[in-house]
């Protein structure tokens, strides 16, 4: 990492990551020991259609039989609904699991915090989500990610689809207590699903790294989520059973995560709020879509974090301005994209050029939270132009 040290010296911050992971190729060897730990009664696990047809899911599920009695909830899907999340709620609350383990990609992972919510909850889980608050903490939730990129293994976030909008839920008792990481699990990933929530990992970092909250240690995640994602993202992409590959991305989903839940995210998280559910794109398609003109925007207000974030990616940025860093670092991340088959701009998605000024509002309106953090804050003026170059694809 850059030996540039930008933070005023005497700056107090605090670092919370509480889950307990357990990362490596064949983790799971260790997953009885881990989940004897909890001296389970029961067990409902969450998780989705095709991932439960997996051999992956039968071997782990075999293993958590051995320690206690099973049940199981199969019927997430990406991006979950508020039908799904209510469904969800009732096998919780009649269950009431002693631990709930998701397995999956975020959506199942985000799900399973919600059975916990909802196994120790009364109210419909859907209103904790619209700021009811939380009462009781619920069973301990075990995550075991079978792809790599929201980081949901380790934050204490849910998002849940309603209405058309998403809506988000943090809360302190959303925290796993385990993460078991074992990259082997996404060797059977398609290319498609690799990208798109591998990108996600990746935009984690960068907005992590952008954000006013971020601090040396977030930053030190942050910086080897970008390099681990810079090298391997396309490589899992081209070949899936590419180990070496799998294991750098689920490292850099991990520390992407541990750095967000920290900082917060930016811009770019919330701009692919206002078209990712119209456009039924898939969470980390959307953000990516958004992050190369974020970056082109935010560029003049962190010159000296440009430059590490360019380090990260192998990026020479001597004797060059912020603008031109910038640009640097949008190319690179646009050329990822392409190698990964995203889409590069709005028109591409087949948004009208009239939809840009409502998705403009719909952010300030619903999605402001994504500003606070945002380390240049845009003007309504300033938004417009960013949605006409998305539109464009300018990159
Ligand atoms: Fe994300």
Redesign the pocket.
């Known amino acids: 990492m850059s030996s540039k040290f930008y933070h005023p010296l005497f700056r107090v911050y605090t670092f919370h990551s509480p889950t307990r992971v357990v990362f490596g190729v064949n983790a799971l060897d260790r997953l009885v020991e881990e989940l004897k730990k909890f001296d389970p009664k029961t067990a409902l696990i969450v998780s989705g259609k095709n991932v439960c047809k997996t051999e992956g899911y039968s071997k782990i599920s075999k293993m958590i039989s051995s320690v206690c009695p099973v049940m199981e909830f199969n019927e997430v899907s990406p991006e979950p609904g508020s039908s799904l999340v209510t469904k969800l709620a009732e096998k919780a609350s009649e269950a009431k699991p002693s631990l709930v383990i998701g397995i999956g990609g975020g959506s199942s992972l985000d799900m399973a915090k919600v059975a916990s919510v909802a196994a120790a909850n009364e109210k419909d889980p859907l209103s904790y989500f619209k700021g009811e608050p939380i009462t009781k903490r619920g069973p301990p939730v075990v995550t075991i990610p079978t792809l790599s990129g929201?980081g949901s293994e380790v934050t204490p976030i849910s998002v849940v689809v309603d209405k058309g909008k998403k809506l988000a839920l943090s809360h302190p008792f959303l925290y796993p207590s385990l993460a078991v990481v074992d990259p082997t699990l996404s060797v059977t990933a398609s290319p498609h699903s690799t990208a798109s929530a591998g990108i996600?990992a990746l935009?984690?970092a960068m907005e992590s790294f952008m954000s006013l909250d971020s601090t040396p240690i977030t930053e030190s995640l942050a910086f080897e989520a970008m390099s681990l994602s810079d090298e391997y993202l396309e490589r899992a992409y081209s070949n899936g059973e590419d180990i070496e590959a799998r294991a750098g991305l689920s490292l850099a989903s991990l520390l992407a995560g541990m750095a967000f839940l920290n900082t917060g995210l930016c811009l770019a998280?919330g701009i692919a709020y206002t078209f990712a559910v119209k456009c039924n794109l898939p969470?980390?398609v959307s953000?990516a879509v958004a992050e190369p003109y974020v970056l082109e925007f935010n560029a003049p207000a962190i010159p000296d974090k440009l430059d590490v974030m360019a380090a990260a990616f192998g990026i020479d940025t001597e004797g060059a301005s912020p603008a031109e860093t910038g640009n640097a670092i949008a190319m690179r991340l646009t050329e990822i994209m392409d190698t990964l088959n995203l889409p590069l701009g709005l028109e591409e998605l087949g948004l009208d050029e009239k939809d840009l000024e409502p998705m403009v509002d719909d952010l300030i309106n619903n999605y402001s939270r994504f500003l606070v953090k945002n380390p240049r804050k845009p003007s309504r003026e300033d938004l417009v132009k960013l949605y006409q170059r998305m539109f464009e694809g300018y990159w």
Do not use: E, N, S
Request: with cysteine.
């Open positions: 929201t996600d935009c984690h998280h969470h980390g953000v």
